[in-house]
């Protein structure tokens, strides 16, 4: 894939990224995440590839951590399984009463997986290292005709602010490997560091991080130190660049691009123009791909901006004029491709609803969200497949295996065209659940025959509520509900209080809810299991940073690896203090803290592993587990 013109190309012809997000390789899990269930649908890692391609996906982005790579051992996820029958097959990509048109078959991978048993699933994944089974996955996606984009993980890894010139070369070895597969490196696409807001990190050099924190002090010196580092290896590899330090025009992390000066005076934003400046000098800067992320206010907990002209006012500011506008270059006027690297919802809230729609309005360029300053924006990478991601939820449900049509009729808006559109007749049954009040209607003027419709909303909705055995339980290590968006990440004018609290509820008002991963053998006799634990405060009081949990298990010895907190551990207690600012929990606010436990164990039931005590703040938790 090449880069010309501000367009993304493939072979001469203009392509569009209609892709997904899917992680595991960033969360100890060392596969991607959901083939534990017990659906033939759900549980064989190729027969959820071609649920992808069939639901009109064209390519992928994969979350990882290098330390995951370089240290993890291998999970084993083989497992008896046997191949849907071709009802059940076209059932799971279908949205309720579609029926397949006479004449029409269902399509199979172009390139399939060796299978050594017909009747074990998963038995075609590498076991040598985690980096070998990564490698494969990134090979097995191409040759089906994905494009992928590999997306190292800040917040689980932070290889590039311990050693940058290590992260780099390590950078450089991984597309050096995957280059050598001819098919791989014409698909490759890196997405060189997630959301570098989460460390602080701001454009300019020099922002006052201690060393060994931070090598190299600015995000501009880490993407030019990796893009050297890799560009001479993988020429036509494309590069997808995200924003940062810009929280005060309400940008989500991994946004934050503007780069008009008055603008960044005036609201006191981190500054990019010394790195646009510096890669408009480089032989690579025509292969880089501005990939902000955009989430709606159940995610980022800021309803101010979130919708209508704030929110096309904000995205064009950031990131939409380097589409139309540009920057002038040594060579002229150089524009940017933008693709959505993230974006997603759980579709319950109604502002929520209604800023997934006017999202689709601004990528289509229709609407009000033709706001005459950017281009349409046909490329985007949604969030997620997941059923674990816990602000957004996944394309499937909690069982991994039922699709959520609402989310696939939202993207057929920004353009998705999945298989059933063309091959089945859709009966009497609609594709969304009844309480859907989402509609389709047609619009001219969009940027590709692909994107033929825009979202709109036909009546208000009510919101939605889960009892609470069903509610979504966990995020995956290191992202939780208010992720996307500081404390302070607001429009202009907007303060973020933090109510006093007394304690006087804050432990009797949560609860905790927990995920217990499937266990595996670290070595012989000892098992290691992730344990994430997501907090709801259901009382009235703020819980202010910083507070302390507690988490007994009986079985719990050593602890080796956590996220979102610094946990220890003493006497099969695990304990330890969340500090960030955006862990403060406002009355029903939710945030989720990990860690991977082990312990000496003939057996590896999850159960070894669920704690039985959760306190916070020395007060005890109401524990459900999923």
């Known amino acids: 894939m090449r880069v010309v013109q501000g367009q993304l190309q493939e072979a001469g012809a203009p392509v569009a990224l209609k892709g997904i997000n899917w992680f595991g390789f960033n ?34 982005r994969l979350p990882f951590s290098f330390q995951d790579l370089h240290t993890l051992p291998t999970r084993d996820f083989c497992c008896q399984w046997s191949c849907p029958s071709p009802t059940d097959m076209v059932n799971g990509v ?69 050693d940058a010139s290590r992260w780099a070369q390590e950078w450089a070895k991984l597309v050096a490997d995957l280059v050598k597969d001819k098919v791989t490196s014409s698909h490759l696409l890196i997405d060189v560091l ?44 494309p590069f997808f660049l995200e924003g940062t330090g810009q929280s005060g025009i309400g940008a989500n992390w991994g946004d934050g691009f503007a780069t008009d000066t008055q603008l960044i005076q005036d609201h006191g934003l981190s500054d990019p123009n010394s790195f646009f400046q510096a890669l408009m000098t480089k032989p690579y800067a025509h292969q880089v791909v501005i990939c902000p992320h955009v989430y709606g206010p159940a995610v980022t907990h800021s309803s101010q901006g979130a919708t209508g002209q704030g929110l096309f006012q904000r995205l064009s500011a950031s990131f939409g004029h380097l589409t139309q506008q540009g920057l002038q270059s040594p060579q002229g006027q150089m524009v940017f491709p933008i693709a959505i690297g993230e974006f997603g919802s759980k579709f319950e809230e109604p502002q929520d609803i209604q800023a997934m729609q006017d999202v689709s309005s601004y990528l289509g360029n229709t609407g009000a969200g033709a706001d005459g300053q950017h281009a349409p924006i046909a490329h985007w990478f949604y969030w997620s497949w997941n059923a674990n991601s816990g602000d957004t939820g996944g394309i499937v449900a909690d069982d991994w295996t039922s699709i959520h049509w609402r989310k696939i009729d939202f993207l057929i808006s920004c353009g998705l065209r999945p298989w059933y559109l063309d091959n089945t007749d859709p009966g009497s049954s609609p594709s969304s659940p009844p309480q859907s009040n989402l509609a389709f209607i047609p619009t001219p003027n969009h940027i590709t025959p692909e994107v033929p419709h825009v979202l709109a909303q036909q009546q208000q909705q009510q919101q939605l509520s889960q009892p609470a055995g069903q509610q979504q339980a966990w995020a995956y290590p290191g992202q939780t509900s208010g992720q996307n968006v500081q404390p302070n990440q607001s429009q202009p004018g907007q303060q973020w209080q933090s109510a006093p609290s007394d304690g006087a509820d804050a432990g009797s008002g949560v609860q905790a809810v927990v995920n217990v991963g499937q266990p595996w053998q670290s070595s012989p006799g000892r098992w290691q299991c992730d344990v994430n634990i997501t907090l709801i405060n259901k009382g009235h009081s703020t819980i202010k940073i910083p507070w302390h949990l507690s988490v007994q298990c009986n079985q719990y010895e050593a602890i080796t690896k956590s996220w979102c907190w610094q946990p220890s551990i003493q006497q099969n207690t695990v304990s330890g203090s969340a500090t960030e600012t955006w862990q ?23 159960n070894d592993f669920t704690p039985h005590t959760v306190l916070i703040n020395g007060m005890p938790c109401f524990v459900s587990k999923v």
């Open 94 to 162: 279908t949205p309720p009463g579609h029926k397949l048109k006479p004449g029409h078959s269902l399509p199979d991978l172009p390139s399939p997986p060796q299978r050594r048993s017909p009747n074990t699933g998963n038995d075609y994944l590498p076991s040598s290292s985690t980096y070998d089974r990564f490698c494969w996955v990134v090979h097995f996606f191409a040759h089906n005709g994905f494009f992928v984009l590999v997306d190292n993980h800040l917040r689980e890894d932070q290889t590039a602010l311990q």
């Open 27 to 60: 969360n100890a899990s060392t596969m991607l995440d959901g083939l534990w269930g017990q659906n033939p649908l759900s549980k064989d890692f190729a027969t959820v590839v071609l649920r992808l391609k069939l639901l009109g996906f064209n390519a992928i």
């Open 584 to 606: 403060s929990l406002a009355s029903g606010a939710e945030t989720t803290i990990g860690c991977v436990v082990e312990c000496q164990r003939s057996s590896t039931a999850s």
């Open 194 to 237: 997630n959301e570098p807001d989460n460390y602080g990190i701001r454009w300019e050099a020099g922002n006052g991080k201690p060393e060994p924190f931070l090598a190299v002090s600015g995000l501009g010196d880490l993407y030019l130190l990796a893009m050297d580092a890799i560009h001479h290896l993988a020429p036509d590899v």
